[in-house]
């Protein structure tokens, strides 16, 4: 059997900015990425803590403490909005048993504070 468990999480990154002309995507800064262990072009699941919203889109790099929603997601969240994004993978029943998702605490400005 195999299970579907959280890979990675950012909790509470701060939306900076929205581009709706954009072809899609979340833009996230390359330090949160490589700390939560995401790829770009990762498909997430983001959950906007103020609205409710929860949207799947794939993970792009962006600048350094900027959290930009683009594309149909612009539509979904504004700036100062937090943010949850969330990665998952499939594992078989040993390997779950002992896996970890790696947890990234993010501040106001964008920062790791974990």
Same mark, same amino acid.
Request: charged share 25%; aromatic share 6%.
């Given at each position: 059997?195999?299970?579907?468990?959280?890979?990675?999480?950012?909790?509470?990154?701060?939306?900076?900015?929205?581009?709706?002309?954009?072809?899609?995507?979340?833009?996230?800064?390359?330090?949160?990425?490589?700390?939560?262990?995401?790829?770009?072009?990762?498909?997430?699941?983001?959950?906007? =803590?103020?609205?409710? %919203?929860? !949207?799947?889109?794939?993970?792009?790099?962006?600048?350094?403490?900027? +959290?930009? #929603?683009?594309? /149909?997601?612009?539509?979904?969240?504004?700036?100062?909005?937090?943010?949850? =994004?969330?990665?998952? %993978?499939? !594992?078989?029943?040993?390997?779950?048993?002992?896996?970890?998702?790696? +947890?990234? #605490?993010?501040? /106001?400005?964008?920062?790791?504070?974990?």
């Amino acid at each position: 059997m195999r299970v579907t468990l959280l890979k990675s999480k950012l909790h509470r990154a701060v939306v900076t900015g929205a581009s709706l002309d954009y072809a899609g995507s979340i833009s996230l800064p390359s330090d949160l990425i490589k700390r939560a262990g995401l790829l770009e072009y990762e498909k997430v699941l983001v959950a906007n =803590v103020a609205s409710g %919203a929860r !949207f799947e889109t794939y993970v792009i790099s962006g600048c350094d403490g900027e +959290v930009t #929603l683009n594309g /149909a997601a612009a539509r979904l969240g504004q700036a100062g909005d937090r943010l949850i =994004v969330m990665a998952w %993978a499939e !594992f078989d029943e040993a390997e779950a048993a002992s896996f970890h998702p790696k +947890v990234v #605490l993010v501040d /106001a400005n964008n920062r790791a504070g974990d």
